[in-house]
């Protein structure tokens, strides 16, 4: 839960919100977890469950649009969508895909894609029951509020992996990393696409080698890399 919490609130501030939406999403995303994880323990169906978690997400968070507090409800909401976006999981289905396993990749990929639209669903659900919302906008944030707002993010992140102690420093510092190949990227006029490849290849090469200093797997370094550039705020 505390993981949730610290993810929900990070990128709510990383994707352009402000102090308001990082507390709101934040306190929306322990409801979420903890309903997340009572469906799983019911067996249910994911993709049912993940539309159930976002549908209540939606209407807590148009309720707080509701209160007029002055909080950007997009933002609320792209925070609390980095708990359940499928991102790792997309990722992982074209390592497979690229690596031969074509089976197992296209399953990876179609998991992930209705992961998506059941996610897309929910909210939309929600927002569509309750008549829309009022409060959008963002906040133009500089690369260090961004830094740290990624970091505060990820850290969730690798509380939910439940990735060992003695490695989530060096976890954390690859998406520090990551994430700052690809606003430098940016602010140095490279593309979209080409700023996320850049930070990518960053994110593998480091990974590469703390895999072998600390002596486990890459994909437990590669995986919190690989957050800030979710689309899920897209």
């Known amino acids: 839960v505390v993981g949730g919490v610290l993810a929900a609130a990070g990128f709510a501030v990383f994707f352009g919100g402000g102090w308001k939406d990082a507390i709101f999403s934040g306190l929306i995303a322990a409801p979420m977890t903890l309903l997340m994880r009572y469906l799983s323990n019911t067996k249910m169906n994911n993709i049912i469950a993940k539309f159930i978690v976002c549908f209540v997400g939606g209407i807590l968070a148009v309720l707080v649009d509701r209160m ?57 659900v929600a927002i569509l029951t309750l008549g829309g919302v009022s409060s959008l906008g963002g906040e133009p944030w500089g690369i260090a509020v961004i830094l740290v707002a990624s970091t505060v993010g990820t850290m969730g992140i690798i509380l939910q992996f439940g990735i060992e102690k003695r490695v989530m420093l060096w976890a954390l510092l690859s998406s520090i990393l990551c994430c700052a190949a690809y606003e430098i990227s940016v602010r140095l006029g490279c593309g979209i696409f080409l700023a996320s490849l850049i930070a990518s290849a960053v994110a593998a090469a480091y990974s590469d080698v703390m895999a072998h200093l600390v002596k486990v797997p890459a994909t437990v370094m590669i995986k919190p890399a690989i957050v800030p550039l979710v689309p899920g705020g897209k």
């Open 68 to 124: 007029g507090l002055g909080c950007n409800v997009d933002k609320i909401i792209i925070g609390d969508i980095m708990n359940v976006i499928p991102g790792v999981l997309l990722a992982n289905s074209f390592r497979d895909l690229f690596g031969g396993d074509i089976m197992s990749g296209f399953f990876r990929m179609c998991t992930a894609l209705l992961d998506a639209i059941a996610i897309a669903f929910g909210y939309a």
